[in-house]
C-alpha cells in the first residue's frame, strides 16, 4: 500500500467508525504498523481517534477487539443485497394473486415460487408483502401486472371467473 494522504486515512478511519470494510480496517492498522517498524513519522490524530473509538467500543459495549477495530463486522451489520426491485415484484404477484380469489398464504407462496427457484422464500415474500402492499395496493390489474417477469400468468382461484 502506498503512503496514504490525510484525506485517504479519514476515509479509512470513517469505514472502520462505520463498521463498512474490514479489509479497509485492516489496511490502516497495517499502515500504521508499517510507519512503526520504519521509525517513520505517521498521522496521531488518526491513530488516537481509531484507538479511542476501538477501546469506547471494547469498555462500552463489550465488542471484541476484532470487531472494535473493524476487522470483524458485528452480527446483523454486513452488507446486504438491495432486494427493492425483487419484493416490489413479490408483492405486485401477491396483489394480484389475492385479487384472483387466493389466500394471502397460498398466494405469498405462489410468489415464492415464481421469485425463487429453490423453492424457499415464503418468508422473504411475506416480509415484502408486509412492507409494499398498502403502497402498491391502489394500483391497477395493469400497472402491477407490467411489474412482473413477462410472461406471468395470474391465475383466478375462483370457480366462477
Not at 469498555?59 to 463486522?73: P, R
Amino acid at each position: 500500500m502506498a503512503q496514504p494522504s490525510d484525506s485517504e486515512l479519514n476515509g479509512m478511519l470513517a469505514s472502520v467508525v462505520n463498521g463498512s470494510d474490514p479489509d479497509v480496517a485492516r489496511d490502516l492498522i497495517c499502515y500504521f504498523h508499517k510507519q512503526f517498524q520504519s521509525g517513520e513519522s505517521h498521522n496521531s490524530r488518526i491513530l488516537i481517534q481509531l484507538v479511542q473509538h476501538a477501546f469506547e467500543k471494547i469498555i462500552e459495549n463489550g465488542w471484541t477487539a476484532d470487531h472494535a477495530f473493524g476487522l470483524k463486522l458485528k452480527r446483523g451489520h454486513y452488507p446486504r443485497p438491495d432486494t427493492t426491485e425483487r419484493d416490489i415484484r413479490a408483492t405486485a404477484y401477491v396483489l394480484l394473486l389475492r385479487r384472483k380469489k387466493w389466500t394471502k398464504q397460498d398466494a405469498i407462496g405462489e410468489a415464492a415460487n415464481l421469485l425463487f427457484p429453490d423453492g424457499e422464500g415464503d418468508r422473504a415474500v411475506a416480509s415484502a408483502y408486509k412492507n409494499y402492499a398498502d403502497e402498491l395496493s391502489w394500483m391497477s390489474d395493469e400497472v402491477l401486472k407490467s411489474l412482473l417477469p413477462a410472461d406471468t400468468q395470474v391465475i383466478s382461484r375462483d370457480m366462477n371467473a
